[in-house]
């Protein structure tokens, strides 16, 4: 599936629960992760990875800094791999 198929998908049950996320369409700093939301007091920051795309090195050390900061970091294939995560800190 593409990239931009999750995220609408990701968006649209954010929003269903009642969380807040917004999409990263443009950001100022390279790196920055597609999606930041916001669900029972935390901080996730989501890279949608379609089928056959691969995280770049400098979404990973995003990554590792958020994780550092207190955020939880996903890198999301499906819709699946953020409500998982998701529910882990609810």
């Given amino acids: 599936m593409k990239g931009s198929i999750i995220q609408?998908?990701?968006l649209?049950?954010?929003?269903a629960m009642g969380y807040y996320a917004v999409n990263i369409i443009t950001a100022s700093k390279s790196g920055t992760h597609d999606i930041h939301l916001c669900a029972g007091g935390q901080f996730f920051s989501i890279e949608v990875k379609g089928k056959g795309d691969t995280e770049k090195k400098l979404q990973r050390a995003k990554a590792i800094r958020i994780e550092k900061a207190g955020g939880i970091y996903i890198l999301a294939r499906s819709?699946?791999?953020v409500i998982d995560v998701v529910k882990e800190f609810k």
Wanted: glycine residues 0%; negative net charge; charged residues 30%.
């Fill in 12 to 15: 649209h049950w954010a929003e």
């Fill in 79 to 81: 819709l699946q791999d």
């Fill in 8 to 10: 609408t998908e990701i």
